[in-house]
């Protein structure tokens, strides 16, 4: 079954604990991206990879770090969390160009840092 | 830079029709997505509009106009699992192989029997 998965699913953490989010998909997508969703913002974009070593910021990218080693992963990694990173976090993927490619979204991972 | 305006909130009865409209501002257009999403899901696909006019798929239709910067999702014989939020999205024009999205805030539809 093609999909994107995400783990975990839920984390509670606390202040300044680095932790990483995994983000594997298993449809040989080029394109792989992380959105956080907050209430009354929608979702942004915090980092996005256009193929393998190939990594550039979002629109909200600061306290984030990511890598793309392989192809099908995607980690997100967050140094020293602090609690307004807490959100509800998307990993996302699709082919690249300019037609009608959907972006396939992972089940989501909600982050509480106290 | 890109705005995206949709209403916050709209409510429905079952078996009725809704428009969920979306504005937007951009400096380039690659196409309007639109995406449905349940509470505490992922976002999945619904439609894809790049050329003016409607596009329809079952009961869920989207239509286009690129001059007036417009967009609405149409859907018909609500039923009660179409309580969702219903993203707008519009791809950035910046080179990022196409594929950046950028959401508007969503629209929460409530369907009430």
């Known amino acids: 079954e093609a999909q994107v998965t995400q783990n975990p699913r839920y984390l509670i953490t606390v202040t300044g604990k680095k932790l990483t989010v995994t983000c594997s998909q298993n449809?040989?997508?080029?394109?792989m991206s992380w959105y956080r969703q907050d209430p009354g913002l929608g979702l942004r974009q915090i980092y996005y990879?256009?193929?393998?070593?190939?990594?550039d910021k979002g629109d909200v990218p600061e306290g984030y770090k990511v890598s793309r080693k392989e192809k099908r992963n995607f980690p997100l990694i967050l140094e020293s969390p602090s609690p307004n990173q807490t959100s509800l976090y998307f990993c996302?993927?699709?082919?690249?160009?300019?037609?009608?490619?959907?972006?396939?979204f992972g089940p989501g991972t909600r982050l509480t840092v106290l | 830079g890109q705005n995206i305006d949709q209403p916050t909130e709209m409510t429905a009865t079952e078996g009725a029709i809704v428009q969920i409209n979306c504005t937007y501002q951009?400096?380039?257009?690659?196409?309007l997505f639109w995406y449905q999403q349940h509470a505490g899901e992922a976002p999945t696909f619904l439609s894809y509009n790049v050329l003016d006019g409607l596009e329809e798929k079952g009961r869920f239709s989207s239509f286009l106009s690129r001059s007036k910067g417009y967009s609405y999702l149409l859907l018909k014989e609500l039923q009660m699992k179409d309580s969702a939020s219903y993203l707008c999205?519009?791809?950035?024009?910046?080179?990022?192989?196409?594929?950046?999205?950028?959401f508007g805030t969503g629209t929460r539809l409530l369907v009430s029997p």
């Open positions: 999205a519009v791809r950035d024009p910046k080179n990022t192989g196409f594929q950046k999205l950028v």
């Open positions: 951009t400096s380039g257009f690659n196409g």
């Open positions: 449809m040989n997508h080029e394109y």
């Open positions: 990879s256009m193929n393998v070593e190939v990594t």
């Open positions: 996302a993927s699709s082919l690249p160009g300019k037609s009608y490619n959907e972006q396939f």
